[in-house]
């Protein structure tokens, strides 16, 4: 059932470059990698998607072929990538979804040319969602606020940092809601599960991250104005680690979304340093 949904991409540049996959995180869209795009499109393949229940992906259902469980996640994320390329790729992903692509990436690591965390769960503080999302997933209350687009889209992306939306940006967010109930119903069903599993999936997280087999190169980008996740912890997990750190002390949880420019000359610098070893 994985296989027959179908996927909001945006791509950018050349397929013949080495492909750069741009991941969102929870709750946002492709979209949120608008300003990151165009400074990596005259050197890579970038491809910006949405998320399976998230933007303009489809939204199947809970219960009726994808019940939005994080170990789904990883195999929709397995089949989207084999879709999109044969090439290796460098994943880019953001927040509360980074440890999915993390558990893909620890079976398929021959696939990636390198991983760049944004904002990812590190620590065990981190394994509790923000109740701004953890709400979402209430009994009767989180399906009631996951169908309001100014609850389960702007003030979501408000309260994680130092963010200021503006109304033609937070109309694009809002769409999925006020287009079909199924966006809400997916991210009620999602956030569920995230708050179900998101413990176990932080631990395979530090536990691959510190094996001695983990081959692919490794930056974790910190916006510093995170409201959701603490910083505490993450500097003492990447020296142990041997993770390469880059904070940003002017971005919030959603750093594509502060500091999208900066964000975009980073990966570039990253993706292009990689390609010259």
């Not at 953001?94 to 558990?103: D, E, N, R």
């Not at 119903?185 to 413990?199: D, G, H, P, V």
């Not at 692919?216 to 020296?239: A, I």
Request: with cysteine; aromatic share 10%; glycine share 6%.
């Amino acid at each position: 059932m994985i296989l027959c949904n179908r996927w909001f991409c945006v791509e950018s540049g050349s397929s013949n470059n080495s492909p750069i996959l741009l991941i969102h995180g929870l709750p946002s869209q492709a979209y949120s990698y608008r300003k990151v795009l165009p400074i990596l499109e005259n050197n890579y393949h970038a491809i910006a998607l949405d998320w399976l229940g998230f933007g303009f992906s489809d939204k199947p259902q809970p219960k009726y072929g994808f019940d939005y469980t994080l170990d789904e996640y990883v195999a929709s994320l397995e089949s989207v990538i084999n879709a999109l390329t044969d090439k290796k790729v460098t994943l880019v992903v953001q927040g509360y979804f980074s440890p999915i692509a993390i558990k893909y990436a620890s079976n398929h690591q021959e696939k990636l040319n390198g991983l760049i965390l944004l904002n990812p769960p590190l620590t065990i503080n981190h394994a509790k969602l923000p109740s701004s999302l953890s709400v979402l997933s209430n009994f009767l209350l989180g399906e009631i606020f996951c169908q309001d687009p100014l609850r389960a889209s702007d003030k979501t992306l408000l309260s994680c940092g130092p963010y200021q939306i503006k109304e033609d940006v937070a109309m694009v967010y809002r769409r999925p809601y006020l287009t079909s109930g199924s966006a809400g119903f997916a991210l009620n069903a999602i956030s569920k599960a995230m708050k179900k599993q998101l413990k176990g999936y932080v631990e395979d997280t530090r536990a691959i991250l510190m094996d001695n087999n983990w081959s692919v190169q490794t930056t974790v980008c910190w916006g510093q104005r995170d409201r959701w996740l603490n910083f505490d912890g993450v500097e003492d997990f990447c020296k142990e680690s041997k993770h390469r750190l880059v904070e940003l002390p002017m971005s919030g949880h959603h750093v594509q979304e502060d500091s999208g420019e900066e964000l975009g000359q980073l990966i570039a610098g990253i993706v292009g340093k990689r390609s010259s070893l």
